[in-house]
């Protein structure tokens, strides 16, 4: 099998103890029925379900005496520039490892495929892709008719960071009947001036809390606060665009 990273990975088995170091890969597992294998998970896995399985720290940089000790025999980890350590250090304990970033949709699905791969549950991983794309489908006809709502994705931050073009969240937000007012940028994600605000029609600010948001920079706009709907792209990830569409367009979905 094949990672984000185009690292060739061969298993002589399906993996049976698995540390997760990506969230959104930690929810897949679980969807795709392999939850018992994973013997590790993030500070940032926070759902109960998950709160029994031990955390070896933050995803970047975890804990690897906490690592060593769990006797994993793969290790998912975040394919990025952002912790290069992570992966040498597990290529110097010998232990295997994948890479997932689930950047858009279609990384999504790769990552799911990847993952049923390492476990041994591809028909799973065919079924809950076919599912995610027929809901997104469904979705997309509901919506095509309905005005465009100028929406914007804040992860945080000051200055606000957004989600820019070529994201799974600017196509969350176009299957969701919005259009995403920062899909002209030049990055993924990243910080923008008040100014760039103020340039732009702004409908709705979509934010994990809006205290984190200054609403004076969008007058007029509504500013809607979802949690962590849209911040771990993993297999309910059409059950957040509906969500989304549902704020954007009300009841008319209904």
């Known amino acids: 099998m094949v990672d984000a990273t185009g ?9 049976r103890r698995i540390i997760s170091l990506v969230p959104s890969a930690t929810q897949t597992l679980r969807a795709l029925g392999a939850i018992h ?23 970047l940089e975890p804990n690897f005496e906490d690592i060593i000790a769990l006797e994993p025999d793969l290790v998912v980890r975040f394919a ?58 469904d979705l997309q006809r509901w919506t095509s008719g309905k005005p465009k709502i100028h929406t914007v994705y804040i992860l945080g931050g000051s200055p606000p960071w957004v989600a820019g073009p070529d994201t799974y969240i600017d196509e969350i937000l176009v299957l969701a009947g ?8 030049g990055f993924l994600y990243g910080s923008v001036s008040p100014e760039q605000f103020r340039v732009r ?13 200054n609403p004076r920079l969008t007058p007029g706009a509504r500013i809607e606060e979802i949690g962590n709907t849209l911040d771990f792209p993993g297999p309910n990830i059409a059950e957040a665009a509906r969500h989304v569409a549902t704020i ?3 009841d008319l979905l209904r």
């Open 80 to 137: 990025g520039d952002q912790d290069p350590q992570t992966k040498s250090r597990l290529d110097e304990l010998g232990i295997p490892q994948i890479a997932v970033r689930p950047d858009r949709l279609t990384d999504l699905y790769s990552s799911i495929i990847l993952l049923g791969k390492a476990t041994g549950t591809e028909p799973a991983a065919d079924s809950i892709i076919s599912n995610i794309k027929n809901d997104l489908a």
């Open 201 to 213: 029609k702004i409908d709705v600010v979509l934010i994990s809390d809006r205290s984190q948001f």
């Open 178 to 185: 919005g259009r995403n007012v920062f899909s002209d940028l």
């Open 7 to 15: 690292l060739e990975v061969t298993l002589e088995e399906p993996a």
């Open 37 to 59: 294998t994973v013997v590790g998970r993030t500070d940032f896995d926070l759902e109960n379900w998950v709160l029994d399985i031990p955390s070896v720290g933050g995803g």
């Open 248 to 250: 954007l367009h009300g």
